[in-house]
């Protein structure tokens, strides 16, 4: 289990930027850069699974949900075990909370293996 901490959520007005961070406080740095970090969210009152946004691999490749391509742009800094996800031209639908995980395919699919989730980081937008 690796453990994360997301941090830099918080309130915006529609049209306006947010990073995420992500780190793997308590993690070997050898381990944290061997795993692909993707970042997920889970709207308010959405019963459904969270939804993929963005994942980066351990050599930088990145995927995308459709809805945040060319606003959201994720990336990795291995030095310092830590994963941003910059958020720009928010819109009110972008409103959940945003989770970071370790343990998925790059495009969201389960390994089958274990996996480990942040607790989470509020982001809301206004209209």
């Known amino acids: 289990q690796v453990y994360l901490v997301e941090s830099g959520g918080g309130a915006v007005q529609a049209g306006g930027s947010l990073r995420l961070s992500c780190r793997a406080p308590?993690?070997?740095?050898?381990?944290?850069?061997?795993?692909?970090i993707g970042w997920y969210r889970q709207a308010p009152e959405d019963q459904r699974e969270r939804e993929l946004v963005?994942?980066?691999?351990?050599?930088?490749?990145?995927s995308y949900a459709d809805s945040v391509k060319g606003r959201f742009t994720v990336s990795r800094d291995n030095s310092r075990k830590t994963v941003y996800l910059q958020m720009n031209s928010l819109k009110p639908e972008d409103t959940a909370i945003y989770y970071c995980?370790?343990?998925?395919?790059?495009?969201?699919?389960?390994?089958?293996?274990?996996?480990?989730w942040g607790q989470g980081t509020q982001v809301t937008v206004s209209s």
């Open positions: 995980n370790t343990g998925r395919n790059l495009d969201g699919s389960s390994t089958g293996g274990p996996e480990s």
């Open positions: 308590r993690t070997i740095t050898s381990v944290f850069n061997a795993n692909i």
């Open positions: 963005a994942a980066v691999s351990k050599d930088g490749r990145a």
